[in-house]
């Protein structure tokens, strides 16, 4: 099964289970979605529940907070979290406040789905990891299933919650292969997931990165370095006792993050450890993220802007340097 | 203006409709010496020389349909039946508020009466009204959706997409623009190339009619009979209402952009001067039921500032609750 498959197999489960559940969003019903994830739903549930959007962001992703409203439970996919930018305005003043300025009245039960990340030479309007921006916003939830049983379960804990979620699929993981662990049916959006148990240092991560984590984490076992990787799977609100648990047991942190560092998820999370487990630290946290530019499309430019486990290898390295340690 | 009047009015209709308009009048009068007195803060947007628009389209509506309404939204919350009281709340940011004093005068909700708040995003709200009206057709409602907006949202890309979008899906949208002509201090006319409102409407497609603003009974006929094609599942449509402010366009507007001359004309005119006017004049209402109705009025709005000056704060401690729906325990 692949994550593409998983996220299918996760909207095909929704829309039988409750007749609530609906998929809009630009080219999902003919066209088969834009990375082919719901391909044949259209065939199967109609041209009612899987409906097709013009281009218009706002407008269809401000329709998935009033159908939300109005009792139904939208599945807004948008293409990419770049073209989210045009519906901004929906998300952060709408979706994010009328619970909270309605006091208390309203709810906004929506999932939208949104392509992020990097790593197919799609340049600077179709490359970025903008989740980190959201994950500012009182009033959502951000979720990041990087695995292929989060990508196969957390849709459905996400419309179970009465309150907007927006789950980021990274581009690249669609095509992954794996597997369902046997026996599980369904996941939560609340707890980080220890994807590599370790002692010396603990690599904090989400989405495709976390595969890069896991890469440098065996290169690093070969040199007798034993490295935690903790998925955050939640990037709103921040799994702390996950992360601190984990930092005070290793004392050393490292996290990689596909955004940029500044002003970033990454500095958000650096606080929280400093913040929170200042004095179980042997080494001050260090940060592997995207180079500061607007993501360039040359194959050579694109990977040395993101990060990868040469980077996160030696920043390892590094910050066991700092305590005389490893 | 398109619409036929409807036959001359009983006299219970006709002081149904002037009672509620002197409600919003007596509240907005209020609400000004109010904010004078630094006891409403934040922005304040008042709705006098409007009030035709709200009172004769929620009398035209149906009690199951939704409303979206803007940040000039006292009328349409008053004339949806929103207790004064709960709103005079709002205002002073109290507990006891429709909105337990998180959204202030600019965003007033009631769940239980279809009240989907005054959105201050101009235009922000016509996308949510496209998705209300299409959870209602999935769910085969009766109701429909009816979403107000200004002269000045027409030039957001939300407007063009929402509408678009309704008539792409004929999704049960009434769409009321209340052209008062001035987007804060900007004339339509210095924004926009097409100045008719209507024009652009059936451009997607939806029946379009210019309305008398001012004129409640007109006001009413055309809700009345856009809704019941609308509710029919004849697709969306838009009533443009052509009305004026008659106060500044908030607190802090100093009205350098329009001569008083051009306020006068309209206040002749206005929606209140001329019902009691036409009312007086078939012998429907005398002085004394007209100076009964403005007494009720001041006599509600009395109450209800009381009820606001009595109400407990929110407690602090409370601050963060509602940011995420609270689930049943």
Redesign the interface.
């Known amino acids: 099964m692949t994550y593409r498959d998983a996220v299918h197999e996760a909207l095909r489960d929704a829309l039988q289970a409750d007749p609530r559940v609906?998929l809009m969003g630009e080219d999902v019903g003919r066209y088969g979605g834009s990375y082919a994830v719901s391909k044949g739903l259209l065939e199967e549930f109609g041209p009612?529940r899987i409906?097709d959007?013009?281009l218009?962001e706002?407008?269809?992703?401000?329709?998935?907070?009033?159908?939300?409203?109005?009792?139904?439970r939208?599945i807004v996919e948008v293409m990419t979290v770049n073209f989210s930018l045009l519906a901004l305005?929906?998300i952060v003043?709408?979706a994010a406040t009328?619970?909270?300025?309605?006091?208390?009245?309203?709810?906004v039960?929506l999932v939208i789905r949104l392509a992020t990340g990097a790593g197919r030479q799609l340049a600077a309007q179709h490359s970025h990891s903008l989740e980190g921006w959201y994950a500012h916003i009182?009033?959502l939830?951000i979720c990041a299933p990087a695995t292929i049983e989060d990508a196969r379960f957390m849709l459905a804990a996400a419309l179970a919650c009465?309150?907007p979620v927006l789950l980021f699929e990274h581009l690249y993981l669609y095509n992954m292969e794996g597997g369902v662990p046997p026996g599980l049916e369904r996941v939560d959006l609340e707890h980080a997931a220890i994807r590599r148990a370790g002692k010396d240092v603990t690599l904090i991560t989400y989405g495709w990165s976390l595969y890069k984590c896991l890469t440098a984490a065996e290169a690093l076992a070969a040199q007798g370095i034993e490295a935690e990787v903790l998925d955050l799977r939640t990037l709103r609100p921040l799994d702390d006792a996950a992360i601190m648990a984990s930092v005070r047991r290793t004392r050393r942190a490292v996290i990689v993050d596909e955004g940029w560092r500044s002003g970033s998820l990454s500095a958000e999370l650096t606080t929280r450890i400093v913040e929170q487990a200042f004095y179980d630290l042997e080494a001050p946290v260090a940060r592997v993220c995207t180079a500061e530019v607007p993501v360039p499309y040359a194959k050579h430019l694109e990977d040395a802007a993101l990060p990868g486990p040469a980077a996160i290898e030696a920043a390892v390295r590094s910050v066991l340097a700092r305590d005389g340690g490893g | 203006m398109s619409e036929a009047h409807e036959p001359a009015p009983t006299r219970e209709e006709g002081l149904a409709l002037l009672r509620e308009m002197l409600r919003i009048r007596a509240f907005e009068d209020r609400c000004y010496r109010l904010y004078g007195e630094m006891k409403i803060r934040g922005f304040l947007h008042l709705y006098n020389g409007e009030e035709a628009v709200a009172v004769g389209t929620m009398q035209a509506l149906e009690p199951s349909d939704?409303i979206?309404s803007t940040y000039r939204e006292h009328g349409h919350a008053i004339a949806r039946g929103i207790p004064m009281d709960r709103i005079m709340a709002e205002l002073y940011g109290k507990q006891t508020?429709?909105?337990?004093?998180?959204?202030g005068s600019m965003?007033l909700?009631?769940?239980s009466r279809g009240f989907?708040?005054g959105?201050a995003?101009v235009a922000?709200g016509?996308?949510?009204?496209?998705?209300?009206?299409?959870?209602?057709a999935?769910?085969h409602h009766r109701g429909i959706?009816a979403c107000f907006f200004g002269d000045g949202a027409v030039a957001e890309?939300?407007f063009h997409?929402?509408l678009?979008?309704a008539a792409?899906?004929r999704l049960p949208v009434l769409f009321l623009c209340e052209n008062n002509l001035y987007a804060m201090g900007t004339a339509l006319d210095r924004a926009q190339a097409e100045t008719d409102i209507t024009t652009k409407a059936r451009a997607y497609r939806m029946e379009a009619a210019a309305v008398d603003g001012m004129d409640v009974f007109a006001v009413g006929a055309a809700v009345r009979s856009a809704a019941r094609r609308v509710r029919a599942g004849g697709g969306p449509a838009l009533l443009e209402m052509r009305t004026y402010r008659f106060r500044a366009h908030s607190m802090f507007d100093p009205q350098l952009y329009r001569d008083k001359a051009e306020i006068e004309a309209w206040q002749e005119r206005g929606p209140v001067i001329t019902l009691t006017r036409r009312l007086k004049a078939l012998g429907l209402m005398s002085e004394e039921d007209y100076q009964r109705l403005e007494r009720e009025a001041q006599t509600e709005v009395d109450a209800a500032v009381r009820f606001a000056e009595g109400s407990p704060w929110e407690p602090v401690s409370e601050l963060e609750?509602?940011?995420?729906?609270?689930?049943a325990s």
């Open positions: 609906f009612e409906r959007t013009p218009s706002s407008a269809f992703v401000g329709a998935g907070i009033g159908a939300a409203l109005g009792g139904l939208p305005d929906q003043n709408n009328l619970s909270h300025m309605s006091g208390g009245q309203l709810s039960p009182p009033g939830r009465p309150d | 939704a979206v508020g429709c909105s337990r004093g998180r959204g965003h909700f009631d769940a989907y708040g959105n995003i922000g016509l996308p949510i009204a496209v998705g209300l009206a299409l959870a209602q999935l769910q959706t890309g939300e997409e929402s678009n979008l792409l899906w609750r509602f940011v995420y729906a609270e689930r």
